[in-house]
């Protein structure tokens, strides 16, 4: 698993809809939905922090 922070917005929203579709088939085991899910959350929170960095771009211009 990739452990990198995300190159981008739309990387970070690509690899969070495969960590998805890996969740809802009931495949990984409860290691792996551990990490899975560790993962999600940083991907999540970096996604958040680019939002509000953008909303901030936009309001201050």
Same mark, same amino acid.
Do not use: H, W
């Given at each position: 698993?990739?452990?990198?922070?995300?190159? #981008?917005?739309?990387?970070?929203?690509?690899?969070?809809? #495969?960590?998805?579709?890996?969740?809802? #088939?009931?495949?990984?085991?409860?290691?792996?939905?551990?990490?899975? +899910?560790? !993962?999600?959350?940083?991907? +999540?929170?970096?996604?958040?922090? !680019?939002?509000?960095?953008?909303?901030?771009?936009?309001?201050?211009?």
């Amino acid at each position: 698993m990739n452990k990198k922070k995300p190159s #981008s917005y739309q990387a970070a929203f690509e690899e969070l809809q #495969s960590i998805a579709t890996q969740l809802e #088939s009931g495949e990984a085991n409860i290691d792996e939905l551990s990490a899975l +899910v560790k !993962r999600a959350k940083e991907l +999540v929170l970096y996604c958040q922090e !680019r939002l509000k960095g953008t909303e901030k771009e936009l309001s201050e211009s």
